[in-house]
Every structure is written in C-alpha cells, then in structure tokens.
C-alpha cells in the first residue's frame, strides 16, 4: 500500500508553499563504489523519496517510509550531519537492523528536506537488506 | 515443524494471509468456495502486521483512519463464517500443476513437509516472503544451516558450542538467555549499549554479564572463519574500529526480516521484475487456474493498493468459481439483499 505511492508524491508536491523559500534543493546521493549523482529534491518531501523518484541505486525502502525496515540506511556527509539532525530514538532502534551503522548512520526516510539542506550529500551502503 | 503425510485436499490454497489473501477467503466463502491459507509469518497480516502494527492507514474505503493490526483483526472477523484453516511459520516450497486448462489441479507443498491437493491457487504473496536479513559476511552462505542460524529449531545444536549472537531486540535477548545455560560460552555482540528488547530481559542479560557467564561487546561480525560449514571463529571489529578473532562455532544475526521473492521465482509463472503479470478481468496469471492478487502482481496501470487487492479477488473469485462449479450458474447476488449470501455469512 504505502509503497508505490511515489509517484502520487510527485503530484501532490507539485503547489508551491509560499513565502518564496526554495522549493527545490540539490540532493547528491553517493554510491558504494563512488559514483555521484545529484538530483532535485523537493522541500517537504523526504531523501528517501527523492532516492525512488530519481531511481537510485542502493536504497530499497522496502516499508514505503514507515520507519520499519531500515533499508533506506545512507551515511551522512560530515559536514552535514549537523543541519541534517540527529537521529530519533524510534530511528535508533530501527538502524540496529541496519549493516555497518556508523555515528553518521540515519535512515533516509526520516530526513525531510528543507530548504537549508540545499546540497545535502549522503552515501549508500553496499548491502541494505 | 510438524510433518504430515497426508495430502489435505481443499478448493482452493492461498499463498499469504496479507490482507488481499484474506479478503480473499471472503469473496471465495461467498461463493462456497473453501480455502487453506499458508503464510510464513507467525501471524495473518502480512506486511500491515510485520510492518505498521500500530501506524494508520488512510486510504482503505470507509475506514477514515485504521491501524495495520486493527485491520488485519477486521478481515480475520470478516471471514470467520468462511472456517478457512491457516498454516502459519511455512513457506509454499513447490507448486505443481497436475490438471488441464479445463480442469486445473494443483499439488502445493511447503517446508514443514505438509501437502495440498487444490482445484485453485491464489497467490497474494505481496513482496514475496519475509526472511531473516543476512548480515554482509563474507561467505556466509557456505556456514548456514551448519554454524550460521537465524532461528533455533532444537537447542540441542548449540550445546558445548561457543555461540555468538548478534542484535538488540527481542530475538538476540531472549535466545541468549536461552542459550546460555547450554551453549559453552556466549557472546552477545550489538552495535551499542541500548537494547529494544523487554526490559526484563535486558536486566536478566546484564545480569549475566556481571556474574561473568556471558561476555557482551560493542561491534559488528564482520568475518566467518572455518571450513566445510563448521564455522570456528568470528572476526569482531569493535565500535573502535579494532578487530579480533573470537572463538565462534554457532552465529546466530539478528537483523529483522527482509523481503524477497523466494520460491514464487521457481513456480513456472510468467514473471515480469519480480511480479507475476495477470489479465484485469479474472487476475489470472500465465497459467490456467493460477491466480495472483495484491501487491505481487502486474497489469497496465497496477496500483499497490490494499483496496486494489480487495477488487482483484472478487474478480479472480468469479472465474475460480468457473474451475470448481463448472456445472453450476454463478448468479451475482448482494450481501445487504440475499438470503442466501447471510446464510454463508451466518446472519440471517
């Protein structure tokens, strides 16, 4: 149910807020073996589902976003991690399902973005699930 | 796991008690027609279960707001009337067709050794079945079954043995209290000091630690060492990134469940990306008699929606129907206004 949802995301994003904040930031997600690719990512929505709505490779989110499968593990850049925020302890105990977490470890579902986020940079893990 | 011998002949056989496998029932029930559900989990639910309990969902018609258990509780009251028998905790292993196009026949079995003779099968695997995570270990593969496991079946492979268990919930806690009484030593390896498991039981294992009966360590497994499946060391990085040879001659990780397709991938269907298309009139698949609903499979303009598996098996109902009453009329008839639909339903 929650999973295919994607797509309609889009739509729904589509009216801009006001107040003539960005809209859009730049999300880089970096592979396993070192490839970038950057992407726009709408503010409000999640890197999580910017990572499907660009088909990125590495992030399964086999739960759709609910917090409940720890499949959409990424490592945030360091110079990042501080606006990205730390993660919450229901996120916590979701990444010790994770591989290899590490203190820069969060689930990318639970990162919204706004607009100071422009530029974010994160890498994905080899193995998610 | 229990072995039975005897085939259990039945209409039809449900592949997952997901809430498309179990609305399912219900459209079949109305149609006499009687069903078995067979669902690796423990539990009916599927993914609302396992995976939302408790979050809430929106978009199910008239139900505002429900949680994924309060629905699931919902579709299993809603098809009581139709007595369908669950085989929880197996896997169907192998499908069979026995029929003709005319006259399909299915010979199902599953890992706990038990066999199905069915006119129909029904396949609502939704993302096929849930299986342990495997942690990224080398190799790990060639120690499974032998040294690696992701669930006790008999204490008795762990006794005298140096047993490593990896995780903080519930599974990690409660097995390394079980455990520790038989094994020969006990290591329970987490990435910190913060357990989600029973507080009870974290206290009892803390308990441990301290009377020196088991050894807990901040890290991660990351090699198996060893030959011919018999694992004998594991290789522990420490959260300080220093590595170390412990002995190990049972791993157990635990890392949650993870989806995947499993043997649905070796029943001869069609498969398209790991979804099993099927026609939008009667939801059948490639092969005749075979049915696929919810979130596994596939037409033009598929959307994976609960309230979409729920129509899928109301039409896959009606041509099942067809397979198991060939001789009879199917008259479509209205739950608020037939009689003799609540007579199924054991209202009237």
Same mark, same amino acid.
């Given at each position: ?9 889009? /739509? ?12 859009? /930031? ?16 709408? /503010? ?56 290899? /977490? ?28 | !796991? ?88 197996? !896997? ?25 003779? +069915? ?33 006790? %079946?008999?204490?008795?492979?762990? %006794? ?23 094994? %020969? ?12 498991? +029973? ?27 060893? +030959?011919?499946?018999? !694992? ?87 041509? +099942? ?28």
């Amino acid at each position: 149910m929650v999973k295919m949802s994607y797509d309609n995301m889009a /739509v729904c994003y589509g009216a801009e807020p006001g107040g003539g904040a960005p809209t859009k /930031v730049k999300i880089t997600f970096v592979d396993s073996h070192g490839q970038a690719r950057s992407v726009e990512g709408e /503010v409000g929505s999640t890197v999580m589902e910017t990572a499907r709505r660009n088909d990125i490779p590495e992030i399964a989110a086999e739960c759709g976003g609910a917090c409940a499968c720890a499949t959409c593990h990424v490592y945030v850049d360091e110079k990042w991690t501080e606006k990205a925020g730390k993660a919450s302890q229901m996120e916590e105990d979701m990444l010790d399902f994770a591989f290899d /977490v590490k203190p820069n470890s969060r689930l990318c579902c639970q990162i919204t973005i706004r607009p100071e986020l422009d530029g974010l940079t994160v890498t994905t893990p080899a193995q998610q699930g | !796991m229990t072995q039975t011998n005897a085939a259990i002949d039945t209409d039809v056989v449900i592949v997952g008690a997901g809430p498309a496998g179990l609305f399912a029932v219900f459209e079949l029930g109305l149609l006499d027609i009687k069903a078995h559900v067979i669902d690796i989990l423990p539990r009916a639910g599927g993914q609302c279960s396992e995976l939302y309990p408790e979050k809430p969902i929106y978009d199910i018609p008239g139900l505002p707001i429900v949680t994924g258990q309060e629905l699931t509780d919902n579709l299993l009251k809603q098809i009581e009337p139709f007595g369908p028998t669950y085989h929880f905790n197996e !896997m169907v292993q192998t499908l069979e067709s026995l029929g003709t196009a005319e006259k399909p026949a299915f010979r199902i079995t599953t890992d706990a050794g038990k066999t199905f003779n +069915a006119k129909v099968v029904v396949v609502a695997a939704g993302g096929g079945s849930f299986q342990p995570k495997k942690p990224p270990i080398p190799h790990i593969e060639s120690f499974e079954g032998k040294s690696v496991f992701y669930a006790v %079946r008999r204490m008795e492979d762990f %006794r005298d043995k140096d047993v490593v268990i990896v995780g903080g919930g519930d599974s990690a806690l409660d097995w390394t209290l079980n455990l520790q009484p038989v094994a %020969r030593s006990l290591t329970l390896v987490h990435r910190r000091d913060v357990f989600r498991a +029973a507080p009870h039981s974290v206290s009892a294992m803390q308990e441990l630690v301290k009377e020196g009966k088991i050894s807990f360590r901040l890290g991660q497994i990351t090699e198996a060492h060893g +030959a011919d499946g018999e !694992m004998t060391h594991a290789t522990l990085k420490g959260n300080d990134g220093v590595e170390e040879k412990i002995p190990c001659s049972r791993l157990m990780p635990f890392f949650g469940l993870t989806m995947k397709l499993g043997p649905v991938a070796e029943w001869g269907l069609q498969l398209n990306e790991n979804l099993i298309p099927v026609d939008t009139e009667k939801f059948e698949t490639s092969h005749p008699g075979i049915f696929a609903v919810g979130d596994i499979n596939a037409y033009p303009g598929k959307l994976k929606l609960i309230l979409s598996g729920f129509h899928e098996g109301a039409l896959a109902a009606q041509k +099942a129907h067809r397979y198991i009453y060939p001789e009879k009329k199917l008259l479509f008839q209205y739950t608020t206004s037939s009689t003799n639909l609540q007579k199924k339903l054991g209202v009237s």
